[in-house]
Each structure stands twice: as C-alpha cells, then as structure tokens.
C-alpha cells in the first residue's frame, strides 16, 4: 500500500514536470514528444494499464 503511494507520488511529479516541459518549450517537435510522454503517465497515476 505505502509503495504504490509512494510510486503514484513520483510518476505524478516526472508527469507535473512533463507537463511544465510541454508548456514551456517553444519548438513543435520537443512539444509533441512530451505530449507522447504524458499519455502514459496519465494512465499509470490512474493505475490503469
């Protein structure tokens, strides 16, 4: 139980500082990767796989 909190805690921080990395970033490419990256962390804080 304290470990999938403690895995949900670090994937929703790389996932906030993905989302902090898409926003900022000003080429299209770099934007789109991180957008890619963010689908799957969005599902694994959910838990769903």
Known sequence: ???TLIYRLIVA???FLTLWNLFTEKTLN???N???VIIPL???VLMIK
């Open 34 to 36: 991180a957008a890619l």
């Open 42 to 44: 969005i599902l694994r």
């Open 30 to 32: 770099k934007q789109m």
């Open 13 to 15: 921080f790389v996932l």
């Open 1 to 3: 139980m304290i470990i």
